[in-house]
């Protein structure tokens, strides 16, 4: 298969993400600037693939990083209930006002943040997004467009990206792993504020007072639940004029390597499998919690079903190690044991580095995954040390063209090409 990789095709990818980053520049979720990059997308895509569809939807940009602030303005208002909770007056009623609101609290982070549903979604604006996706019909026996009640192709074979980037993360740019301190000072506090106000909760019905955790929990509403909410509303920058991070890694690089499939595909034929139809899915929106995966998930559930289909992502591919995850959504699903293995002979049979990982928890998801919760095979190629190369260039202003690494996306590109061989 290394014949299918020609220089000129790696060349053409990084010119590609460079005229991305030059001419559009950054694209958040739902901005002017992500829905441009989509259409340089389907302009690169109309060369090669047999139709190129546009597929909008809308979602709520704003809910899956912002609900740090959201959350911050519940806590605030957690304590301040807690304080009056204190008073001789109702204080049972004002304790339980306070737990909850650090209770909500607790339900976002589980159900927004680390199992990704749309929990707060809808009271948070709706922005219209976009998905593009090119078609590389089955060479045999296809008679393309289907018409009504004709049976679409007996398998599906998709590979995906997302062409949105994300808003920069202040205290990883600023702090690099103090990254990390922040991010544990919002998820432990959440969970510590919590559980001591449930457990203060519990002593005032059962009429067991528990003086030292009263004066615990006074001095964190006073320490540290100002930092909590100094940090929930600095931690993302805001979405002005598509926020400055090019995304060049994260995520222009899988969009790259779509590209290169379907050029190496429009020039060997014969490699596409008989009888399989091939996608190159490019999503919008990722960045606001996979919502363009889900929106072409929810729309193709059926088809996709139906056809035994399979979706290979690729996420942030700039190491030539490149690791296959088995799992996703901050490691809650499992991803097909049966494609990470068929990804692993790949990578074997092309002599290529390679490791396979668990996906890290509080690492958020990828675009498999709204593929996996719905029960269609997905796999996940990722090309980032964490946290090594993370803190250099991750969701900040320096993740730009210049730090492109061709090897690895000649590397990712050959794990593919060899998988659809296989397929």
């Known amino acids: 298969m290394t014949q299918l990789v020609e220089k ?112 707060i979604d809808g009271i948070y604006p709706k922005k219209p997004s976009l998905n593009i996706a090119g078609i590389l019909r089955p060479k045999t026996g296809s008679k393309p467009p289907l018409a009504r009640g004709e049976r679409g192709p007996k398998r599906i074979l998709m590979f995906g990206g997302h062409h949105d980037s994300a808003l920069q993360f202040n205290y990883l740019h600023h702090f690099k792993n103090g990254y990390f301190v922040a991010e ?82 429009k020039r060997h034929p014969e490699w596409q499998p008989a009888d399989t139809e091939i996608r190159l899915l490019s999503f919008g929106s990722e960045e606001a919690g996979a919502r363009g995966s889900l929106a072409y998930v929810r729309a193709h559930e059926t088809e996709l079903k139906a056809a035994d289909a399979v979706f290979i992502n690729f996420e942030s591919i700039y190491d030539p190690e490149i ?50 919760e719905k029960g269609i095979r997905a796999g996940c190629l990722f090309g980032m040390r964490v946290p090594s190369q993370m803190v250099d260039f991750y969701h900040q202003p320096s993740d730009s063209y210049d730090i492109v690494n061709p090897q690895a996306l000649g590397h990712a590109l050959r794990i593919a090409l060899e998988f659809i061989r296989r397929f």
């Open 184 to 265: 544990g000072i919002l998820i432990i506090g959440v969970l510590v504020f919590s559980a001591g106000l449930l457990l203060h909760w519990l002593s005032m019905v059962f009429a067991r007072p528990w003086g030292s955790l009263i004066a615990g929990l006074q001095w964190y509403t006073w320490i540290v639940l100002p930092v909590s909410v100094f940090i929930g509303f600095t931690f993302t920058e805001r979405d002005k004029n598509g926020g400055s991070v090019p995304g060049a890694i994260d995520n222009l690089s899988a969009v790259s390597i779509l590209l290169m499939i379907g050029r190496a595909l």
């Open 8 to 119: 000129s095709d790696l060349d053409n990818a990084c010119d590609f993400i460079k005229r991305v980053c030059v001419e559009i520049g950054p694209g958040s979720p739902c901005s002017p600037q992500e829905r441009a990059r989509a259409g340089m997308v389907k302009a690169e895509m109309e060369k090669f693939a047999d139709e190129v569809r546009e597929e909008p939807f809308v979602c709520a940009p704003g809910a899956f990083l912002q609900w740090f602030q959201f959350a911050s303005v519940l806590g605030v208002l957690s304590a301040v209930f807690f304080h009056l909770g204190l008073l001789p007056f109702a204080p049972l009623l004002f304790t339980t006002l306070g737990l909850g609101m650090a209770g909500f609290i607790f339900l976002i982070l589980i159900f927004e943040f680390i199992l990704g549903r749309e929990f």
């Open 323 to 372: 690791e296959i995850f088995t799992g996703d959504r901050n490691g809650t699903i499992r991803n097909a044991p049966d494609v990470v293995d068929a990804l692993v002979r790949a990578a074997v049979d092309e002599k290529l580095p390679f490791r396979v990982s668990p996906f890290p928890f509080a690492g958020g998801g990828t675009d498999a995954m709204p593929f996996r």
